[in-house]
């Protein structure tokens, strides 16, 4: 009997998977192409390598705003859509980075790219774990998370071929790719189950229940703070 509802809870948790690993593995290849073609950018904006890497720290710094605002719309209102909207989101801004005429524009784009970035993990794992078996959950976050090294190496791959010959901003219209991957959610990926037995009828409610683990959620916050700080201290 378990095992029925398990099946049935895990339904379609294949394409989930493949919608977060492919999710968070693009989102890494377009935050990481700046990392692999930032003296070429800096030279066309005729700035530093210093004062282009500070645009490295403002995506970084917007994380936490995204992480905010779509994990409690994803709470809210399910993880399908928030992860389809900002697939689309993500991938928009990465094009027109690609587009930025001037050092200015170049950074609020990367900015609010990190909003994109900082949505992606949270809905995107929340989803994928909602919906893989229960037995599974502990190896397939572990490989949900190397989509972020396989993004890093997928753009330095890219830009090796493509960086030489026809600069850096090519590359950063190949980051638009992910919007695509919204075709795939909406077609092949159904909303959690997780999610729907345990929905929240009101954003009172739902501030109720995160007030009521506050202490888990500070501790999480510090921690994940603390690996994000050995992580990104180059």
Known sequence: MSEKVESQNSEGHRAALVA??????????????????????????HRTDKEIALSIALTLGFRPVGAFIFGLISDRYGRRLPLMLN?????????????????????????????????????????TMEKVPPRWRGVLSGLLQEGYATGYLLAALCALFVLPKWGWRPLFFV??????????????????????????ESWQQLFRGIASHWRLFA?????MTLMNFVSHGT
């Open 87 to 127: 697939l689309v989101y993500y991938s928009v801004i990465e094009i027109l980075s690609g587009l930025a005429p001037n050092y200015g524009t170049f950074m609020v784009c990367r900015a609010l790219f990190g909003i994109g970035m900082g949505a992606q993990w949270g809905v995107g794992a929340s989803l």
């Open 175 to 200: 980051g638009g790719l992910p919007m695509l991957l919204a075709l795939f959610v909406r077609y092949k990926v159904k909303e959690s189950e997780v999610w729907k037995k345990t929905r929240h």
């Open 20 to 45: 977060g690993f492919l999710g968070w593995a693009l989102v890494a290849f377009d935050f990481f192409l700046v990392v692999v073609s930032l003296t070429t950018i800096a030279k066309e904006f």
């Open 219 to 223: 501790y999480l916050i510090v921690l």
